[in-house]
C-alpha cells in the first residue's frame, strides 16, 4: 500500500462517503425526521436492499459455510502490502498476532491504508490487487474471513479510524459497510492495527468451540510460510490471560543466507523459558510458461491481452541440516499458503488452482497440469544444481520420491515422470570423480568385483561404467528404480577381456594372489549354474591360462593343456606337453576355475614320463 497522503477529515469523509452510499444513516439525522419521512425513507431504504443484498447475503452464507483458515488469509493480505518504510528503516516486515480471549489485536509494520484498499475490502469479491499480482485467496471471501471469528474489527491505519460490525444473524452489511470511529492512540509510522472483538453471542459450547478453532489455527502456523511470502520476513504469535498477562509467544524470522540457502528460525517463550530452533532450506526457483487461467482468480484487460497469468513461479524447498546432509521427511504443498502433504519430501510452491478449503488442489485443472510439468524441469535443475555442490553431489537423491509409496493420481504423474526420464540425465560421478554421467550409463559394483583395497579388480571402460565409490549403499539402492544397474556378468567378462589386451594387463602381471583368488571366484562362480552357457562359451574364448612358456592362452586355443603334475610327479616342459605355470596351480580358487575351463591332468605314468625326458634329453 502506497504512503497515504490525507488528513484525518478528508479520511473521515472517505469513510462516510462509503457508508451513505451503502444505506448507513447515522443516529442524528434520523433523529432530524418526522415519523412519516423517517418510515419512507426507511421503505425506500429496504427495497434498495432488496436490491443489492443478494451478493452480500451469498457471502455471508459462503463466510459460515467455508473452510477458509481467517488466519492465512490475514498473512496472503499482509504479505501482499508495501513496507518500504520499513525496510528504510532497518525493520524487518513483520505482522504480529496478540491473542486474548476476547479478542485478537494485529500489527503489521506496512505503508498504511490508502482509498483504493478502503473501498476494496468494502466490496464484495473485490481486490485491489489483480490476478497476475495477487496471491491466490479463497474465491470471494479473502478480507472478509475474519468474521468466522469477530463480530467487529477495528483498523487504525495511518488517518484511517474506522469498523465493521457484523454478527452471525445480520444480513451481511455490517462487512462491507465501514463507520467511523474516533481514535484513541496515534500509531508510530509505519504502523497498521486492527483489533478483531471475538463472537461473545450465542450457544456457549459453540462459542468455546470456536476459540479453540482460532487457537488451532495459531497453533497450526509453522515457519515454512515464510519461505514463499514476498515481503513478510517475521510472524509473531502470542497468548494471553483474561488479565492481559502473557502466557506464550512464538516468533517466525527468516534469513537468506547464499542466494539459494534461507534459514528459518522459531522462537519460543514459554513460562520464562526461550528456545530457538532452526531450520534451513535449499530453495531452487523457475519460470513455468503457456499455463491456462487461474479460474479461482480474475484478470484485468491488460492482463488478459498480455496473458500474465500464463507464467509462474514455481518453487521447490529442500530441507538440510546445518551441515548440508538432505532431511528425509514429508513436506507441505503450497499455494502461497499451506495445503498438505503430498507425499514428498521437498516443499512445493506455485500458483495452483486450488479447492475450496485450500487444503488440495484442483487435480483436472489445465493450469496444475501445467505447473506439474514446471515441477518436473525445476526438480531436474535442482538436481543438477546439488551435483555441482560438494555437499549434495552424493546425497542428493535422498530427496526423490519414493517409488514404493502410495500417491494420489495427479502426484504419481510427477513420479512416473521423473522415473522415465531422471536416468538420462548427467546427474552422478563416476569411479574416477571426472564428468557427470547418466544414470543408465554407470554400474554399482559388487563387493565380489572389488580388490583388498575396495578397488575394481579391472580397469574401467572407455567412457567409464564404473560408479563412484562415494555413493551410500542405501542412497544407490534409491536409484535402482531410476535406472541405475549393477555390474552384468557380461560387462565383467567386457572387462576381463579388455585387460587381456592391454600390453600391462593386470591378470598377466599382478602376483597378488588375493587378487587372483577374487577374480576366480569373479569367473568360476560363471560356471557354477546350468542356464550361463552363453557365458562360460565366452570364458572359454578368453585368454586366461597361464602357461610354463609365458604365453597365456585361451582353452579353446590349444588341444590339450594339462597341470604341472601327474600322478605327484612334476611333468618336464621339456617333453613338449602344454602345461599350466606350477605357480597358477598353487591359488586353490584358481584350480576350480582352471578345471571348469577343461584342464586336466596328463594320462601318463611315472616310466612314460621319464621315457618321454629321456627322449627328449637324447633328442
Keep these: 500500500m502506497a504512503t497515504p497522503i490525507i488528513e484525518a477529515a478528508r479520511a473521515r469523509q472517505l469513510i462516510e462517503g462509503i457508508s451513505t452510499e451503502l444505506g448507513f444513516v447515522d443516529e442524528e439525522t434520523w433523529a432530524t425526521l418526522l415519523p412519516v419521512a423517517r418510515e419512507k425513507f426507511e421503505y425506500a431504504m429496504r427495497k434498495k436492499d432488496d436490491m443489492i443484498s443478494s451478493s452480500v447475503l451469498t457471502l455471508?452464507?459462503?463466510?459460515y459455510t467455508s473452510n477458509a483458515r481467517f488466519v492465512f488469509e490475514l498473512l496472503q493480505n499482509a504479505d501482499d502490502n508495501d513496507f518500504r518504510t520499513a525496510k528504510r528503516l532497518g525493520q524487518a516486515p513483520y505482522i504480529a498476532f496478540k491473542v486474548y480471549p476476547d479478542r485478537i489485536v494485529?500489527?503489521?509494520?506496512?505503508?498504511?491504508?490508502?482509498?483504493e484498499n478502503l473501498k476494496a475490502i468494502c466490496a464484495v469479491g473485490r481486490s485491489s490487487k489483480t490476478g497476475a499480482q495477487a496471491y491466490t485467496g479463497e474465491k470471494g471471501i479473502g478480507f472478509k474471513s475474519v468474521f468466522m471469528a469477530a463480530w467487529k474489527v477495528y483498523i487504525l491505519s495511518g488517518d484511517f479510524s474506522f469498523y465493521f460490525q457484523h454478527r452471525i444473524e445480520d444480513p451481511g452489511f455490517g462487512m462491507i459497510r465501514p463507520l467511523w470511529e474516533e481514535p484513541t492512540e496515534q500509531l508510530q509510522h509505519p504502523l497498521t492495527r486492527m483489533t478483531l472483538s471475538l463472537h461473545d453471542q450465542g450457544d456457549e459450547d459453540l462459542l468455546s468451540s470456536q476459540r479453540h478453532t482460532i487457537n488451532q489455527q495459531f497453533n497450526d502456523l509453522q515457519e515454512?510460510?515464510?519461505?514463499?511470502?514476498?515481503?513478510?520476513?517475521?510472524?509473531?504469535?502470542?497468548?494471553?490471560?483474561?488479565?492481559?498477562?502473557?502466557?506464550?509467544?512464538?516468533?517466525?524470522?527468516?534469513?537468506?543466507?547464499?542466494?539459494?540457502?534461507?534459514?528459518?528460525?522459531?522462537?519460543?517463550?514459554?513460562?520464562?523459558?526461550?528456545?530457538?530452533?532452526s531450520k534451513i532450506y535449499y530453495l531452487v526457483r523457475h519460470t513455468v510458461g503457456n499455463l491456462a487461467k487461474n479460474e479461482n482468480l480474475s484478470y484485468s484487460d491488460d492482463?488478459?491481452?498480455?496473458?500474465?497469468?500464463?507464467k509462474a513461479e514455481v518453487v521447490l524447498g529442500f530441507p538440510l541440516t546445518e551441515h548440508s546432509v538432505p532431511i528425509d521427511m514429508p513436506q507441505d504443498g503450497f499455494a502461497f499458503l499451506p495445503m498438505s502433504h503430498m507425499g514428498f519430501n521437498f516443499l512445493i510452491n506455485s500458483d495452483f488452482v486450488t479447492q475450496a478449503n485450500r487444503q488440495g488442489i484442483v487435480t483436472t485443472s489445465r493450469r496444475n497440469l501445467g505447473i506439474l510439468e514446471g515441477i518436473y524441469d525445476t526438480f531436474i535443475q535442482a538436481v543438477l544444481e546439488f551435483c555441482d555442490l560438494p555437499a549434495l553431489q552424493y546425497t542428493w537423491m535422498r530427496f526423490l520420491p519414493n517409488t514404493n509409496d502410495h500417491y494420489d493420481h495427479f502426484w504419481s504423474r510427477l513420479v512416473t515422470r521423473l522415473q522415465a526420464n531422471l536416468r538420462f540425465e548427467p546427474v552422478l560421478r563416476p569411479w574416477s570423480e571426472g564428468?557427470?554421467?547418466?544414470?543408465?550409463?554407470?554400474?554399482?559394483?559388487?563387493?565380489?568385483?572389488?580388490?583388498?583395497?575396495?578397488?575394481?579388480?579391472?580397469?574401467?571402460?572407455?567412457?567409464?561404467?564404473?560408479?563412484?565409490?562415494?555413493?551410500?549403499?542405501?542412497?544407490?539402492?534409491?536409484?535402482?528404480?531410476?535406472?541405475?544397474?549393477?555390474?552384468?556378468?557380461?560387462?565383467?567378462?567386457?572387462?576381463?577381456?579388455?585387460?587381456?589386451?592391454?600390453?600391462?594387463?593386470?591378470?598377466?602381471?599382478?602376483?597378488?594372489d588375493d587378487w587372483h583368488t577374487r577374480v576366480a571366484n569373479l569367473l568360476a562362480v560363471m560356471f557354477e549354474s546350468t542356464n550361463l552357457l552363453s557365458l562360460q562359451t565366452r570364458i572359454r574364448k578368453l585368454s586366461l591360462l597361464p602357461l610354463q612358456d609365458g604365453d597365456w592362452v585361451a582353452p579353446s586355443a590349444r588341444d590339450n593343456i594339462y597341470f604341472s603334475e601327474s600322478a605327484h610327479i612334476k611333468i618336464p616342459e621339456s617333453i613338449g606337453l602344454d602345461l599350466l605355470d606350477d605357480t597358477a596351480e598353487e591359488?586353490?580358487?584358481?584350480?576350480?576355475?582352471?578345471?571348469?575351463?577343461g584342464i586336466s591332468r596328463a594320462g601318463v605314468g611315472f616310466s612314460e614320463i621319464r621315457w618321454k625326458a629321456k627322449q627328449a634329453f637324447v633328442w
Design 435 to 512: 564428468h557427470l554421467r547418466p544414470i543408465t550409463d554407470l554400474r554399482r559394483l559388487l563387493a565380489s568385483q572389488l580388490d583388498s583395497h575396495q578397488e575394481p579388480l579391472f580397469r574401467d571402460t572407455e567412457p567409464e561404467i564404473y560408479i563412484s565409490n562415494k555413493y551410500r549403499e542405501s542412497d544407490l539402492n534409491k536409484l535402482t528404480t531410476y535406472g541405475l544397474q549393477r555390474l552384468t556378468q557380461n560387462e565383467v567378462l567386457d572387462l576381463v577381456e579388455q585387460d587381456l589386451q592391454l600390453v600391462f594387463s593386470r591378470m598377466k602381471f599382478i602376483e597378488n
Design 60 to 63: 455471508a452464507k459462503n463466510l
Design 224 to 277: 515454512n510460510l515464510l519461505l514463499f511470502m514476498r515481503n513478510l520476513k517475521e510472524i509473531r504469535v502470542s497468548f494471553f490471560d483474561a488479565h492481559g498477562e502473557m502466557e506464550t509467544s512464538t516468533t517466525f524470522s527468516t534469513q537468506q543466507t547464499d542466494s539459494n540457502r534461507v534459514t528459518l528460525t522459531r522462537r519460543v517463550t514459554n513460562g520464562g523459558v526461550v528456545t530457538a530452533t
Design 106 to 115: 494485529i500489527d503489521c509494520n506496512e505503508e498504511g491504508f490508502t482509498p
Design 587 to 597: 591359488n586353490s580358487r584358481r584350480m576350480d576355475l582352471f578345471k571348469h575351463l
Design 303 to 310: 492482463e488478459e491481452q498480455t496473458r500474465a497469468y500464463s
